[in-house]
């Protein structure tokens, strides 16, 4: 914009409500203002609109107008308008949903309107976490039904770690689902002495500690599983098969059966493998994978 | 027990020629009737809480289709070899993990009037395999007895049964609606069974049903009666404590029963598929039982991990043999792992399983 300035000089007036000789407000050309001033220029161009004829509202709708015509918007930035177009301009919720969503790109639909509005009221961290694209809106969806409480909790969490789209979703679906069966509520569960730990740790990368953390709440809204998980992979451990040899259980140990899977490029290679099964079979491990307690 | 006192009556024209239909008005006398075309055209509050609205309208109409079906039993290695016969779609008793409220979508409570056609398709389908054993069913899309004050359709199978000689029927209830069935000629062929769960179970999740020492006074009279008596432990549901509540409610209907006249007790562990989880989360939020540990199995549903499960039914089983040695006791919906693991006997297949549990029941 500088550059354009000073090679052409200003081309569109900034937008200015005239309240009177020593009260003027700009509603649009921030930018172009602020870079005037930096070339020092002492005079702009500016179309003054009648504080008489134009309300803070109407003001509001040319400034946006103004804006979306020659660049996108952030998505905190769509939030914010669409919550001064709702609060302050009073526009009905179906207006903006049919007149207004389009114009950033969104969706025709309620509930995209229900997420945006959601997100400007939100806690700020958490908003800021959306922003830098740690969180998802599918995310910001679930946690605009949060208390603002748990809200901050959660942000606090999400500024020490990292968590794919998918593992914010197991999080996610964890914690509440922990917070109504212990009935402690998600700050007390996500303030917990393991999870605050992890947090902590310097030795862990922040998709790290994600990870971490997933485990510790799948761990404590399943225990029964977690723990059959762990019986069973110390009972491989104990076969001592080679890498190559994968024993996988059925899913969720619904069956006891197992599949032992291999691949070999020798008729060697495979007699090694065989010879290894031959001796994990002799020993009691194996019979312990087939005991789910 | 809450009675079903409906709102509104919607019947359809073709249902006005029905018996059933005038025995209905007469019993719900005073309670307005509208005349319809078409059942399925939209009504008033088809919007709302749909399930919620079973409790506040009835509709008659006639049974288009084969009444007679055989039970899904779905993902089960070893099925009991059941069928059912649905006069009815919905229940007023809205217990909160009940199926029908994520399988059905029909605002009101839906009585079939056509109960002829019922019984003829049910005799020739039986008369065409005489050397076929039925045991057949009325509770799966409605309780068998929780409107039968009402409907009185007990008065028409029972004895419809009796003349049967392949067949028998099994009114599966959670109420004590059973004044019809005195008196009535059942000629051994009709077992009357009691869905039941622990005393917490029954107050917190089946709330609108009778207590558990009522059905079990019901059962007891029945047995009174010269009926056979079932009980179906179903679901179990996992909660601490559970063990101390399942024992009480076993020993009471047990040990209130001649075991003799026992058919048969069924054991299932709480499933539901992940949508009807989120129904009962939605409707009922003071429920606990969406909060157990589920992983999911045959066809997405949900059970308790398989190691849960085991620990329930063997134990539920032992309570059982205790209280009633020699009782007949199967699994609803499980695998044969699971059979293997909980059960000192496992049939080998469904037929083994029918075959033991037509041996309770079959006349000599």
Same mark, same amino acid.
């Given at each position: 914009?500088?550059?354009s !300035?000073?090679?052409?000089g200003?081309?569109?007036?900034?937008?200015?409500?005239n309240?009177?000789?020593e009260?003027?407000?700009?509603?649009?050309?921030?930018r172009?203002?602020w870079?005037l001033?930096?070339?020092?220029?002492?005079?702009?161009l500016a179309?003054? !609109?009648?504080?008489q004829?134009?309300?803070?509202?109407?003001?509001?709708?040319? /400034?946006?107008?103004?804006?979306?015509?020659?660049?996108?918007f952030?998505p905190l930035?769509?939030?914010?308008a669409?919550?001064?177009?709702?609060?302050?301009?009073?526009i009905?919720l179906d207006?903006l949903?049919?007149?207004y969503?389009h114009?950033?790109?969104?969706?025709e639909h309620k509930?995209?309107l229900h997420?945006y509005?959601?997100?400007?009221r939100m806690? *700020?961290? !958490?908003?800021s976490c959306f922003?830098?694209g740690?969180l998802?809106l599918?995310s910001?969806?679930r946690?605009a039904e949060m208390r603002?409480e748990d %809200?901050?909790?959660?942000?606090a969490?999400?500024?020490?770690?990292?968590l794919?789209a998918s593992l %914010?979703?197991?999080v996610?679906d964890?914690v509440?689902?922990l917070a109504e069966?212990?009935?402690n509520?998600?700050?007390?569960l996500?303030?917990?002495?393991?999870?605050i730990?992890?947090?902590k740790?310097?030795?862990?990368?922040?998709f790290q500690?994600?990870?971490?953390? @997933?485990?510790?709440?799948f761990r404590?809204r399943?225990?029964r599983l977690s723990?059959a998980?762990?019986?069973f992979?110390d009972?491989?451990?104990?076969?001592?098969l080679?890498?190559? +040899?994968r024993v996988v259980?059925d899913?969720?140990?619904?069956t006891?059966r197992l599949?032992?899977?291999?691949?070999?490029?020798?008729a060697?290679s495979?007699r090694e493998?065989a010879?290894?099964?031959h001796?994990?079979?002799?020993g009691?491990?194996?019979?312990a994978?087939? #005991?789910l307690? | 027990?809450?009675?079903f006192h409906?709102?509104?009556?919607?019947? %359809?024209r073709d $249902?006005l020629?029905?018996?059933?239909t005038r025995?209905i008005f007469?019993?719900? @006398?005073?309670?307005?009737?509208?005349?319809?075309?078409?059942?399925?055209?939209?009504?008033?509050?088809?919007n709302?809480?749909?399930?919620?609205a079973?409790?506040?309208?009835?509709i008659?109409?006639r049974f288009?289709?084969?009444? =007679?079906k055989?039970?899904?039993?779905?993902?089960?290695d +070893?099925?009991?070899?059941y069928?059912?016969i649905?006069?009815?779609l919905?229940?007023h008793l809205e217990?909160?993990y009940?199926?029908?409220q $994520?399988?059905?979508d029909?605002?009101?409570l839906i009585?079939?009037t056509n109960v002829q056609?019922?019984m003829?398709?049910?005799?020739?389908?039986? +008369?065409a395999?005489?050397?076929?054993?039925?045991?057949? *069913?009325t509770g799966e =899309?409605a309780?068998?007895l929780a409107?039968?004050d009402?409907?009185?359709?007990s008065?028409r199978?029972?004895?419809?049964f009796?003349a049967?000689?392949?067949?028998?029927?099994e009114?599966k209830t959670?109420?004590?609606?059973?004044?019809?069935l005195?008196?009535l000629?059942h000629?051994?062929?009709?077992?009357?069974?009691?869905?039941?769960?622990s005393r917490?179970?029954?107050? $917190?999740? #089946?709330?609108?049903?009778?207590?558990?020492?009522?059905?079990?006074a019901?059962?007891?009279?029945?047995q009174e009666w010269g009926?056979?008596?079932?009980? @179906?432990?179903?679901?179990?549901?996992?909660y601490p404590?559970?063990?101390v509540d399942?024992?009480?409610?076993?020993?009471?209907?047990?040990?209130?029963v001649d075991?003799?006249?026992? /058919?048969?007790?069924s054991?299932?562990?709480?499933?539901?598929?992940p949508?009807?989880?989120?129904?009962?989360?939605?409707?009922?939020?003071k429920s606990?039982?969406p909060?157990?540990?589920?992983?999911?199995? @045959?066809?997405?549903?949900?059970r308790y991990?398989?190691?849960?499960r085991?620990? =329930?039914?063997?134990?539920?089983?032992a309570?059982i043999?205790?209280?009633a040695?020699?009782?007949l006791?199967?699994?609803?919906m499980?695998?044969r792992?699971?059979?293997e693991?909980?059960?000192?006997?496992?049939?080998?297949d469904t037929?083994d399983?029918?075959d033991r549990l037509?041996?309770?029941?079959?006349p000599?």
């Open positions: 914009m500088l550059q !300035l000073q090679k052409i200003q081309l569109n007036p900034v937008l200015l409500l309240g009177g000789p009260r003027k407000t700009i509603v649009a050309g921030f172009r203002l870079a001033r930096g070339m020092g220029e002492r005079c702009a179309r003054l !609109l009648p504080k004829q134009y309300s803070i509202a109407d003001a509001f709708r040319l /400034a946006l107008w103004d804006n979306l015509s020659h660049r996108q952030k930035e769509i939030a914010r669409l919550s001064i177009l709702r609060g302050i301009c009073g009905p207006v949903v049919r007149d969503l114009l950033f790109g969104l969706a509930n995209i997420t509005l959601e997100l400007d806690d *700020g961290g !958490l908003r922003g830098d740690r998802t599918a910001i969806e946690l603002p %809200q901050f909790a959660f942000a969490l999400m500024n020490e770690i990292r794919s %914010q979703r197991e996610l964890l509440l689902e069966l212990e009935e509520g998600i700050n007390a996500l303030n917990s002495p393991e999870i730990f992890i947090q740790d310097a030795g862990l990368s922040p500690k994600g990870q971490k953390i @997933h485990e510790v709440l404590q399943n225990p723990r998980r762990r019986q992979e009972g491989k451990s104990k076969l001592a080679p890498g190559s +040899i259980p899913p969720f140990f619904e006891p599949r032992i899977e291999f691949e070999a490029s020798s060697g495979i493998l010879e290894a099964l001796q994990a079979s002799a009691p491990a194996l019979d994978l087939f #005991e307690k | 027990m809450t009675l409906p709102e509104l009556v919607l019947v %359809q $249902s020629q029905d018996e059933l025995e007469d019993r719900l @006398h005073g309670i307005p009737v509208k005349t319809v075309e078409d059942i399925n055209a939209p009504i008033p509050e088809q709302t809480d749909s399930h919620g079973a409790t506040r309208r009835l008659l109409t288009r289709g084969s009444f =007679m055989k039970c899904p039993g779905s993902g089960a +070893i099925c009991c070899n069928f059912v649905n006069f009815a919905n229940c217990c909160s009940c199926v029908l $994520s399988y059905l029909n605002p009101a009585i079939f056609d019922l003829n398709e049910v005799r020739e389908k039986l +008369i395999e005489p050397y076929k054993f039925f045991r057949i *069913g =899309m309780d068998s409107t039968d009402i409907t009185g359709y008065r199978l029972v004895p419809f009796a049967l000689p392949n067949g028998i029927l009114l959670k109420s004590n609606q059973i004044a019809n005195r008196d000629k000629g051994g062929h009709t077992v009357v069974s009691w869905s039941l769960n917490p179970i029954c107050r $917190s999740e #089946e709330a609108k049903s009778v207590s558990l020492e009522e059905r079990v019901a059962a007891r009279k029945c009926y056979k008596i079932g009980f @179906h432990f179903d679901p179990l549901i996992y404590g559970w063990e399942y024992k009480e409610a076993v020993k009471l209907a047990l040990g209130s075991p003799e006249a026992v /058919a048969w007790v054991l299932g562990a709480l499933r539901f598929t949508h009807l989880r989120e129904m009962v989360r939605r409707r009922f939020p606990r039982i909060y157990g540990e589920f992983v999911p199995g @045959h066809h997405g549903k949900l991990f398989r190691p849960i085991e620990e =329930m039914y063997s134990r539920m089983r309570w043999q205790e209280a040695p020699g009782v006791v199967y699994y609803c499980e695998n792992t699971v059979w693991r909980s059960s000192p006997s496992v049939p080998r037929f399983l029918s037509d041996s309770r029941v079959r000599d």
